[in-house]
């Protein structure tokens, strides 16, 4: 095991839509194919507005080994979630993954 669980899981990738304001992809500097227009407004991670979302920039099996292709330009909802909180434990649960400890 790695000190990082998330190369282990990737769950959260794989469960929300992962939305952001449109203008965040191109400050940060994500590439277009992997991101969707929803409206005027908002974008989302392609492959996250989807009855079973899966992010394109998602490779890997879900709690074995994952790795995000765009990890250094992921958008905000990425950032925000944090091990051990509601949406990782939901993730997880949704995934069949048992819950994991806040990293201290
Ligand atoms: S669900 Fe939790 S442990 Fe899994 S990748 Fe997301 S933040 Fe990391
Ligand atoms: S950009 Fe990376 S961290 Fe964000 S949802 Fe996609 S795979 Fe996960």
Redesign the pocket.
Known sequence: MTANPCLHC?A??ATYR?SFYWSEAESLGLAPA?TQQLNPWMAC?AG?HAPSPR?Q??SGAIGAAVT?S??AQ??S??REVQVGDARCLQARAHHGLAPLPPLP
């Open positions: 990737g959260c990738c992962v992997l991670m996250t992010c920039a998602l995000c765009a990890y992921r958008p909802p990425c």
